[in-house]
């Protein structure tokens, strides 16, 4: 399933909560202790901002501490070499991973050489794509598709029971591509926030 926009607007977020996580990517510290809950870099087009901000309160619900660099006062006014410094500081101190990935973050060089560096860092076990498009598109017209054959990627379930009559109950969760023998992985996004 890929999400339409406007997908976690919808999401009952405490606003207040969300401000609070915006001020702390305001005092995000690479030297700040965060090992009390997992920190995620939210890579996002700043286009897409609205988008993130369903996301963030998501992902704070389950526990994490979101950098998004939008938010980030230490980041210079004008991009520049200090910016894709600070950024890489932050992706390799970061435990997790998530590319928004619409279709401008999938044509941003920014959020492409993000990507490149998460891949650097985390690659497969700390890596998520959460994909994105247009409202009424069809999932076979989202622009990163090649990105879904080789990251790990974010969508949501309805219950379901797999083929070894386990069953999952309705939620976020982060399946692997899948393996060459046709076997995919499947995790609860709680669980990967925390593995």
């Known amino acids: 399933m890929i999400f339409e926009r406007g997908y976690f607007k919808s999401t009952v977020i405490n606003e207040s909560r969300i401000i609070d996580s915006f001020k702390e990517a305001r005092s995000f510290n690479s030297k700040t ?32 501490k979101v950098y998004v660099d939008s938010m980030d006062n230490k980041m210079p006014d004008q991009t520049s070499g200090e ?4 950024i890489k500081e932050v992706i390799k101190f970061c ?17 492409n050489w993000e990507l490149g560096i998460g891949d650097t860092y985390k690659y497969i076990d700390h890596i998520a794509i959460l994909p994105m498009k247009e409202i009424g598109t069809y999932d076979h017209n989202f622009g990163g598709n090649e990105y879904l054959q080789i990251y ?34 499947i995790t609860e996004l709680m669980e990967w926030l925390k593995q």
């Open 33 to 64: 202790e965060y090992s009390y809950k997992p920190t995620v870099f939210l890579s996002h087009k700043h286009d897409d901002l609205e988008d993130a901000r369903g996301i963030i309160g998501i992902l704070e619900n389950l526990g994490a």
């Open 95 to 111: 435990k997790k991973f998530i590319l928004l990935a619409t279709d401008n973050a999938i044509e941003s060089y920014w959020c």
């Open 152 to 185: 790990p990627r974010i969508e949501y379930n309805n219950e379901f029971t797999n083929l070894h009559h386990h069953t999952f109950k309705a939620g976020f969760y982060v399946p692997n591509p899948s393996a060459k023998d046709g076997t995919i992985y």
């Open 83 to 86: 910016t894709a410094l600070r």
